[in-house]
């Protein structure tokens, strides 16, 4: 059996996930993640296409059909590459610099599954879909705050003072959501996951596979049952089950080392 390695202490309690990210995937430069996918692992681009997933869903109550069915069709090709041509059809229009919170969430939706922005006076020819969780994250959480803060007043000090705060507050609690998201679906640096196939019990794969399938996560603290019931006693595991702030989804570490996947 693996020899089991903790965490990094930053891991379990960063509140920024681009800190955390930057441990599983040393990034690049937005323009060039799409560009960057060839060098990635399968599981990797697996995990970061439902990162992104994950934080566009942050803003689906104000998000339109199209951009929808792009979030969809992005998490469908997680796992079935057969959809990839699906997603680069249903290319969510993206807008530069937005300034609603509307315009912000559209943004994370394209980040998320294959956007385009309009094409900048004097370009030729087509513009290529862009994809990159990061961005996804970043413009779901700017959606997230513009909305709690609403439009940026005239005026200046302190009126915009007290806006800017508001807006910070939404902001950060948006981007420490994103980072239990990251914990979610990555599991930590360098930590083997020692999955004995004897907590494989019937019970434990009903869960899980009820979980994928339906993509209600929200029975994944009774799977943290299910195992200790089958002799688990991994501190790490279990605690990603029982995670205090309850975000589990699609991607899930735990869920998926049940299943068999890398």
């Not at 990210?21 to 060039?32: D, G, I, S, T």
């Not at 980072?179 to 869960?207: M, N």
């Not at 899980?208 to 991994?234: E, K, N």
């Amino acid at each position: 059996m693996a020899t089991e390695i903790h965490p990094q202490p930053a891991w379990g309690t960063a509140h920024n996930p681009d800190v955390l990210l930057n441990l599983v995937w040393p990034r690049p430069l937005a323009h060039q993640a799409q560009t960057a996918l060839p060098s990635l692992s399968p599981p990797l681009v697996r995990r970061l296409r439902l990162y992104g997933v994950a934080c566009a869903r942050m803003v689906w109550d104000v998000l339109p059909p199209d951009a929808r069915n792009a979030v969809l069709l992005s998490e469908r090709a997680a796992d079935d590459p057969a959809a990839e041509a699906a997603l680069r059809a249903a290319a969510v229009r993206m807008s530069y610099g937005p300034t609603t919170f509307r315009q912000q969430a559209t943004n994370a939706a394209g980040w998320a599954s294959a956007g385009r922005f309009a094409a900048p006076p004097r370009a030729t020819g087509p513009q290529r879909p862009v994809w990159n969780p990061v961005e996804a994250a970043r413009e779901a959480a700017k959606a997230l705050a513009t909305r709690a803060a609403g439009p940026a007043p005239a005026g200046g000090s302190p009126v915009s003072k007290a806006w800017q705060a508001a807006w910070n507050r939404a902001f950060s609690a948006a981007r420490g959501h994103q980072a239990e998201l990251v914990r979610d679906i990555f599991p930590p640096p360098q930590y083997a996951r020692p999955f004995s196939p004897e907590w494989r019990t019937d019970t434990v794969t009903a869960l899980a596979r009820q979980m994928d399938g339906s993509g209600d996560f929200s029975a994944v603290p009774i799977l943290a049952d299910a195992l200790q019931d089958a002799g688990c006693t991994d501190e790490v595991m279990l605690g990603r089950c029982r995670a205090p702030s309850g975000a589990h989804g699609r991607g899930n570490w735990v869920v998926d080392s049940v299943l068999g996947r890398e």
